[in-house]
């Protein structure tokens, strides 16, 4: 008979000091990754931790499991890798908008597109902060930084639109300063089979404080968030009196209780629905900045797909081992 182990928090912490500036918040993104795997019923040893070169890439030395520090934009590639070689594997990716969409936006769409069963944290600071702060291909338009002084001039990836097009089947934001969000929808991401894209928007303290103030701060944030669940009206606002409706095939924002709008008339969340079409609105909105599991919808997974062609092989050819395979067709003796 075998015991349940039963995890908490510090099982997941490591014995090494946190290396991160005062402040970031890398901080909230570890702990909550750290309460989010008791919840996640896989042993320590079957979890890794993969990551390719930036601030978010120290992830693996901070966590009391296996990992692995990759190179620059290869994290993607490596833990697809990991994943085939043991399916039974938990594997996770943390990664930042460079690291991701820079150098290794090939693996990262592809990874995507293929839907091979892994979790990806995607570190969105809008900014290169491990090099001191040069532009990423989120950075704004017109923004300043090492490598822009008079204004970046190239338009930014939107990663939720990016995610979508590439074929996502799952994709989560939540803001950085977020723990109790992001620990559930780390949660949400694990039990979802494929690859599950988390996008933390995460502030650099250093070399780009306040991306997200007018988003994440506490005295604005329930007025511009909406944090979206399955199956529920998209309703927010510090008094729970606005939400969305389709206006013209646009979403528009709109006052319970004014103009004869009722709770009934505000959409419900439909995370499930194949059609990409509402979920790349939401990724795509202004205002209010959506929040939580916009997209999960199930479908098969690049294993499943590659086991089935497997089979198929198996029955219907006639090859069935390496030997045959080495006599098959038009073969030649060499005699002496």
Not at 38 to 52: C, Q
Not at 186 to 197: C, D, F, M, P, Q
Not at 301 to 328: G, M
Request: charged share 25%.
């Amino acid at each position: 008979m075998t015991t349940e182990i039963k995890y908490t928090f510090k099982d997941f912490a490591s014995d090494q000091d946190v290396r991160w500036c005062p402040g970031c918040d890398d901080y909230v993104i570890l702990r909550s990754i750290q309460k989010a795997l008791p919840e996640i019923g896989k042993k320590k040893e079957d979890i890794v931790f993969i990551s390719g070169i930036g601030c978010s890439s120290r992830f693996p030395y901070y966590m009391d499991n296996y990992g692995i520090h990759g190179i620059h934009g290869r994290a993607a590639a490596i833990a697809t890798g990991t994943k085939l070689a043991n399916p039974h594997l938990s594997v996770w990716v943390a990664s930042g908008d460079g690291d991701s969409m820079a150098i290794g936006g090939n693996h990262f769409i592809h990874t995507l597109r293929r839907n091979i069963d892994m979790n990806y944290i995607l570190f969105n600071n809008e900014i290169y902060g491990l090099t001191k702060g040069q532009f990423s291909p989120t950075s704004l338009l017109g923004q300043k930084t090492k490598s822009s002084p008079y204004g970046n001039t190239q338009a930014p990836f939107n990663p939720g639109e990016l995610a979508i097009g590439a074929q996502a089947k799952f994709f989560a934001r939540v803001a950085g300063n977020d723990a109790k969000l992001q620990t559930k929808i780390y949660i949400e991401a694990e039990k979802h089979k494929g690859t599950s894209l988390v996008e933390v928007l995460q502030n650099c303290v250093i070399f780009n404080d306040g991306a997200y103030k007018d988003i994440t701060d506490k005295s604005v944030k329930d007025d511009v968030q909406l944090v979206v669940e399955h199956g529920k009206p998209m309703i927010f606002g510090k008094n729970k009196d606005k939400g969305l409706v389709l206006d013209e095939m646009k979403l528009k924002v709109v006052k319970i209780g004014e103009n004869g709008i009722t709770e009934d008339d505000i959409l419900v969340h439909d995370a499930k629905e194949p059609d990409a079409t509402l979920h790349l609105a939401l990724v795509n909105l202004k205002e209010p900045v959506v929040m939580g599991v916009i997209r999960a919808v199930e479908d098969e997974t690049l294993i499943e797909r590659e086991n089935k062609v497997t089979e198929l092989a198996k029955k219907t050819n006639p090859i069935q081992s390496f030997e045959e395979l080495l006599f098959s067709g038009q073969t030649y003796e060499v005699e002496e």
